[in-house]
């Protein structure tokens, strides 16, 4: 039994296609073709065979309704192992995080020694539902022989003809009916987050996104990738490093008349696949690689929907310190989601307050403020685009690599997603 308790996963190495705009160059790769490519990649990257591949963990919300499970599709695609099962899990913006941490249990359980865990999603190829009245009166026609009189049952099911054409599909609550982005201009009137702060965050991600390429920070972790049409994508196609807070300023709110919320401070819908390679630290060694991080702990809350949906990561964030027996303080770089740079700030906040503390988190004083220095150090969604299953896999992928290149020692990770679901991870630099 020490034995299993001492068994370590350790993160080897991450990779992922570059995030692009939805409808744009990814168009007519869906979501299992980004995740092939993320996974392709990562392989050729470490040069490890793919047949080594026990598993795979997949996240993913916009799921293929012809093969939801991702993760399976990736080892079949790839021609993997016959044996290298997988599922896949949506948990939805935290579904990435979810995979991962999903592939760490299982290899520190001893279930696997090498897995590959991550997410992806395809904004361009979501699916248009059809109103349930259309399904269900056509249904009989699709699915039996259908005489004369079953046409005319079914033309009378749909009269009058009214609600039988597709809708415009909204990011909203299914309880509660809510607006992702009416959640973040909530969230920023109860926190006192004003357009000037949430416009000054939106550039400082641009700008430090850019920087990371410019840098070439991103390139251990950026794969080119070669779309049907013949163009190979070697960048992340969002981020501006021209812009600034006065740009900003000139764009109007989105989500309410005297809103403070804009296209430019809130996340873009984007195309993208993120995968990360984890072993067991003894196989890593075993075969010659480097580990570059672990996870400490981590942790998965949720709220009431109805309250503030995408105020999670301030609940889970403590929580996941607490397990990692840490304080706010000791921590060397944080990395917050960015659905909207409102909803970032109310969680910066929220950390702050010891209001917070006291009545959402039963301590008694606050958890800390974040240093700006530490927070998103390379940017965040807001510049490099949310596909909403690959974000928590590329948020692992970035500190990872920034721990073991610069020598820090950890990372705090948060997450927000809908349903009211907070997300957090303790990384540790091995």
């Not at 392709?40 to 598993?55: I, K, N």
């Not at 899990?89 to 979810?98: I, K, M, Y």
């Not at 904004?123 to 009166?137: D, R």
């Not at 401070?265 to 580990?291: H, I, W």
Request: charged fraction near 25%; glycine fraction near 8%.
């Amino acid at each position: 039994m020490a034995s299993e308790a001492a068994r370590r996963a350790v993160i080897v190495s991450g990779a992922r296609t570059p995030f692009l705009r939805a409808f744009t160059d990814y168009t007519r790769m869906d979501s299992i073709a980004l995740a092939d490519a993320a996974v392709r990649g990562l392989l050729e990257r470490t040069g490890l065979p793919g047949a080594q591949v026990q598993a795979i963990v997949w996240g993913g919300v916009i799921l293929p309704s012809a093969a939801p499970n991702i993760a399976r599709e990736i080892a079949l695609d790839l021609g993997l192992d016959a044996g290298c099962e997988g599922y896949t899990v949506t948990r939805a913006c935290a579904s990435g995080l979810q995979a991962v941490t999903a592939a760490a249990a299982a290899i520190e359980r001893g279930e696997y020694d090498i897995m590959i865990a991550g997410g992806s999603d395809s904004t361009s190829n979501a699916e248009v539902k059809l109103p349930q009245k259309l399904v269900h009166a056509g249904a009989p026609l699709a699915l039996g022989k259908p005489k004369v009189k079953d046409y005319l049952s079914a033309a009378a099911q749909l009269a009058p003809f009214t609600d039988i054409l597709p809708t415009r599909p909204k990011i909203a609550e299914r309880t509660t009916g809510e607006v992702m982005g009416e959640s973040a201009e909530k969230m920023a009137r109860i926190h006192g987050v004003t357009r000037a702060e949430q416009d000054e965050f939106a550039a400082r991600s641009h700008q430090r996104a850019a920087a990371a390429i410019d840098s070439g920070r991103f390139a251990d972790e950026v794969l080119r990738v070669r779309t049907p049409e013949g163009l190979d994508i070697d960048r992340d196609g969002l981020v501006r490093a021209d812009t600034n807070a006065d740009k900003l300023a000139r764009l109007k709110p989105v989500f309410a008349k005297d809103g403070t919320v804009t296209a430019g401070n809130a996340s873009p819908l984007t195309d993208g696949a993120s995968a990360v390679l984890l072993m067991s630290e003894e196989k890593a060694r075993e075969l010659g690689y480097q580990p570059l991080a672990a996870f400490r702990s981590w942790s998965y809350v949720s709220v009431d929907p109805a309250d503030q949906v995408l105020i999670g990561p301030a609940i889970s964030m403590p929580r996941a310190l607490d397990k990692a027996g840490m304080a706010l303080a000791d921590i060397d770089l944080v990395d917050i989601h960015e659905a909207f740079a409102a909803q970032t700030l109310s969680v910066v906040r929220a950390l702050e307050s010891a209001d917070w503390a006291k009545t959402r988190l039963d301590r008694d004083t606050a958890v800390g403020a974040i240093d700006i220095d530490k927070l998103n150090v390379h940017g965040g969604s807001v510049s490099l685009g949310h596909p909403f299953g690959a974000t928590g896999a590329r948020m692992v992928t970035t500190m990872a690599n920034e721990l073991a290149r610069t020598g820090k020692n950890t990372a705090l990770l948060g997450i927000c997603a809908a349903g009211g679901i907070g997300a957090s991870a303790v990384l540790e630099r091995v």
